[in-house]
């Protein structure tokens, strides 16, 4: 079996990071509200370094950042894909879309209140 029709080429490997990198590039050109949560990301990061975050809450910030621009992604993903099913409106299509930026909404109110309970001592003190 030749090396490129394998389940688990290397270059099938590289055309699914090239197809996920494309995808980056649409989330961040098109989704204003990446933007917003990349810049948001870069303030936490900064402020990490700057209040010297422990490990642990490192690792925590990592995971908020992480699942929050994966979220993001994955409500444009369900807004696109409702887009091509029916451009027409649709009570059903409104409530896909709505209940996406609703998932997206309450991990972005938890990212905030977990950032506030790491920075805020370090803040006072």
Not at 6 to 19: A, E, H
Not at 86 to 102: G, I, Q, R, V
């Amino acid at each position: 079996m030749d090396l490129q029709e394998s389940k688990f080429g290397l270059t099938r490997l590289k055309k699914s990071f090239g197809y996920a990198w494309e995808g980056m590039k649409l989330v961040w050109s098109s989704e204003q509200n990446f933007r917003i949560h990349t810049a948001a990301a870069v303030i936490a990061c900064a402020l990490g370094i700057i209040l010297s975050v422990s490990a642990f809450e490192w690792i925590i910030l990592v995971l908020l950042i992480c699942g929050m621009l994966a979220l993001e992604t994955m409500n444009t993903a369900i807004e696109k894909a409702v887009d091509l099913v029916t451009p027409e409106y649709h009570p059903l299509a409104k409530a896909s879309k709505d209940l996406a930026s609703a998932a997206v909404l309450l991990f972005a109110i938890g990212s905030f209140i977990i950032g506030c309970i790491i920075f805020i001592p370090k803040i006072l003190n």
